[in-house]
T-cell receptor, first 116, second 112 residues
Framework: NAGVMQNPRHLVRRRGQEARLRCSPM?????VYWYRQLPEEGLKFMVY????????ESGMPKERFSAEFPKEGPSILRIQQVVRGDSAAYFC??????????????FGAGTRLSVL | DQQVKQNSPSLSVQEGRISILNCDYT??????FLWYKKYPAEGPTFLIS?????DKNEDGRFTVFLNKSAKHLSLHIVPSQPGDSAVYFC???????????FGPGTSLSVIP
């Protein structure tokens, strides 16, 4: 009965490199959300996905950031050409189906990205 | 444009006393509210929620109160315990929303 699994827990990249963050939702969950937490700030919504579909990406920067949730495998948050300002904790959450049930999200432990 | 506000960044309470964490929201379309608790180096965990059709929901030591007219909710923890020391996030969503909007969090310290 594993929870939401995120890997890696810590990721160090140099400026200009790519960062790939992975999230496996809880078993039976088909909704995935990505959040970013900057130091001393709250959780900022980035993107909401269902299997093979991006439902809402209004919180995602227009450039360099992309997300997917394929039919098979984990959800991936990809950051191209990272900059120091991308350094943050990135959290993934999942929720089950259902209009009300989806309001309760289950979070992973996060990936801490450090850009040197 | 912060739709969910937690104006107290931090709060200190003596063990055994009541902790009251406050949250205000601006969007009248929100109809479901949640509190999450977060320990350092961990992800947030769901604590308690309330629907807008209610004004109170209780779960053990945790009670959430909702005042719709004031667009205000609060989380009461009584009695407070040292293990309650964490960051508490207030969050809101609506029937027409697919996403949950989080507040900036309040860091609670319960002093033994």
């Amino acid at each position: 009965n594993a929870g939401v699994m995120q890997n890696p827990r810590h990721l160090v990249r140099r400026r200009g490199q790519e960062a790939r963050l992975r999230c496996s939702p809880m078993k039976g969950h088909s909704h995935v959300y990505w959040y970013r937490q900057l130091p001393e700030e709250g959780l900022k919504f980035m993107v909401y996905l269902q299997k093979e579909n991006i439902i809402d990406e209004s919180g995602m920067p227009k450039e360099r950031f992309s997300a997917e949730f394929p039919k098979e495998g984990p959800s991936i948050l990809r950051i191209q050409q990272v900059v120091r300002g991308d350094s943050a904790a990135y959290f993934c959450a999942s929720s089950p189906t259902g209009a009300l049930a989806k309001n309760i999200q289950y979070f992973g432990a996060g990936t801490r990205l450090s850009v040197l | 444009d912060q739709q969910v506000k937690q104006n107290s960044p931090s709060l200190s309470v003596q063990e055994g006393r009541i902790s009251i964490l406050n949250c205000d929201y601006t969007n009248s379309m929100f109809d479901y509210f949640l509190w999450y608790k977060k320990y350092p180096a961990e992800g947030p965990t769901f604590l308690i929620s309330i629907s807008s059709i209610k004004d109170k929901n209780e779960d053990g030591r945790f009670t959430v109160f909702l005042n719709k007219s004031a667009k205000h909710l609060s989380l009461h923890i009584v009695p407070s315990q040292p293990g309650d020391s964490a960051v508490y996030f207030c969050a809101a969503s609506g029937a027409s929303y697919d996403k949950v909007i989080f507040g900036p969090g309040t860091s609670l310290s319960v002093i033994p």
